[in-house]
């Protein structure tokens, strides 16, 4: 198994080297500047977007918006956010949190561009069901099949192997284990029975199951951390320095850390933003291709939305924690990594451990059910509706399975697929960066003109 584990550390490095972290950010920092930093000056539109009722929510579609976004929130907010932190701070340093904010920050103008590009190139299936994402806008956008089904295959794969099973259901098993004692087959067998009921159902199951967990879980969460936060309120600035300074120079061996360079605080950062917010690996538009709206702007900003909350909000609060409580340099790894950082932070040790094994449990729950509708789509694309069913039965045997496998395998055969996965769709963004900002220009040209009438309008009623 170790031998196995290091030809698959020295694949996983190969992907996730110089040319695919470059394609990543550089991908995110190209639309960043001809988008005109429309993260930052278009993020209040954005999430006033996810509040507002779509005027064109009659258009094609099978699900709302706001269900849309909780589905592809079901599959970003998981693990990642709890376990894939405390490795890559664990691997990288503290500085590794930083190299996260930068993929994501730029990211989130990646993740505009796949659900704009979603929505204006997605079909309806034999089924009657809204079928989108990179295999579709590749193929009929950039007109290049065989770089779709390579981007579908891969897919697949991060279902079957990568984000959609084994690191969540290793996860949750873990971490029961660990705080409520609970054998891990039994857990194992209540996961998959629950991932069962909810996923013959399809998008539409998904999606209600999504929207009553996502906000819930987040909102969860997001308290237990902020408790931590203003415990340790003195520490925040230098914690934040610590991260910064981290970020360029490499990080001295401390306590149970080994020491890590720059460019590990970079290639770990990046790789776990990338599987925690998944912005460029081609996932989340798949969701976002079943929204009921006209407008593939809107859909954009609203799915770009998923990035600030996934990374800038909830992974950063976890990073602070572990950083701030110093459990980022102990011998643990991991969910006991982050399970300890809350235990620590917390006045009542017992709360802390609670919060992260509940929040695990939902997060990465949901991340299961998000992923196995990607994975559907993309059979669906390669083998047609004949292929879902069959699709669906492996997918349930291998969320049974990966309770059983060592972490260190998960998480690196996780990175691999992730990024052979993002390379076909980062191609396709690229190749249709015309089309993106076109629409948009085209889009808030319009928005502009509607806001002048109406301006225009209240005036006269007033002088009237």
Known sequence: MEQIIKVLDKIDSLVWGPPLLILLVGTGFYLTLRLGFLQIFKLP????????KDQDSTGEGDVSSFAALC???????????????????KAGGPGALFWMWMAAFFGMSTKYAEGLLAVKYRVVDEN?????????????????????????LFGIGVAFFGIGTFPQVNA????VKSTFNIPIVFT??????????????????????????????????????????IFNL?????????????????????????GATVMKAIQSGVARGVFSNESGLGSAPIAAAAAKTKSCVRQGLISMTGTFFDTIVICTMTGLV????????????????????????????????????????????????????????????????????????IYIVLVGVGAFLKLDLIWILADIVNGLMA???????????GIIIAETQAYFKQLEEVENTTSIKAKSVEEY
Do not use: H
């Open 322 to 393: 572990l950083i701030m409580t110093g459990v980022w340099s102990s011998d643990l790894e991991g969910a006991k990594m982050t399970n300890m950082a809350f235990a620590n932070g917390l006045p009542a040790s017992i709360i802390g451990q609670f919060i992260v094994t509940i929040g695990l449990i939902f997060f990465a729950f949901t991340t299961i059910l998000g992923w196995n509708y990607y994975g559907e789509r993309c059979t669906q694309y390669i083998f047609g509706v004949k292929g879902i069913k069959p699709y669906r039965y």
């Open 71 to 89: 589905t592809a929130l079901a599959a970003t907010i998981g693990t990642g956010n709890i376990v894939g932190v405390a490795t890559a701070i």
């Open 234 to 258: 003195k520490l925040l600035p230098e914690t934040i320095m610590m991260v910064i300074k981290s970020a360029f120079t490499p990080t001295a061996a401390f306590g149970g850390f080994l």
């Open 423 to 433: 390379i076909p769709n980062l191609i396709g963004i690229i190749g249709l960066s």
């Open 128 to 152: 009657g069901e809204m079928s989108g994402g990179p295999m579709y806008y590749i193929e009929r956008g950039l007109g290049n099949k065989w770089l779709a089904k390579a981007f579908a």
């Open 172 to 175: 949750i098993t873990d971490a």
């Open 45 to 52: 539109l954005a999430i006033k977007y996810l509040f507002k």
């Open 188 to 229: 194992a067998l209540v996961i998959t029975v629950l991932v069962t009921l909810v996923t013959l159902g399809g998008i539409k199951s998904i999606a209600r199951v999504a929207e009553l967990i996502v906000p819930f879980m987040a909102v969860f969460y997001i308290i237990g951390a902020l408790i931590i936060l």
